[in-house]
């Protein structure tokens, strides 16, 4: 879960590898949470930001979120594209 929500997110930034996003992380947050991080991203890649379907909408972090913007962007570019057509 921290690798793929780490990625995802947008903590890391071009992680090929759990090891480079580990590294990247522990680089950048204070050792003194690193073990309750590590526990963040875990539930929160268990509980929210799923694999397959993640609950952007109940996140708390989706303002912050490199993935949630660009689905956003996505969505906006759908609903311009379905606008076209009915125009």
């Known amino acids: 879960h921290v690798f793929r929500v780490s990625s995802r997110i947008?903590?890391?930034r071009n992680a090929h590898t759990p090891l480079a996003a580990e590294l990247q992380l522990s680089a950048n947050i204070p050792?003194?949470?690193i073990h309750k991080a590590h526990?963040?991203?875990i539930?929160?890649?268990r509980y929210i930001c799923t694999a397959r379907k993640p609950s952007c909408d109940s996140c708390g972090v989706s303002?912050?979120?490199?993935?949630?913007a660009e689905s956003q962007k996505k969505k906006d570019k759908d609903v311009f594209k379905q606008k076209l057509k009915g125009a």
């Open 39 to 41: 526990h963040w991203l």
């Open 31 to 33: 050792s003194g949470l």
């Open 63 to 68: 303002a912050f979120c490199k993935y949630f």
């Open 43 to 45: 539930l929160h890649g």
């Open 10 to 12: 947008g903590l890391v």
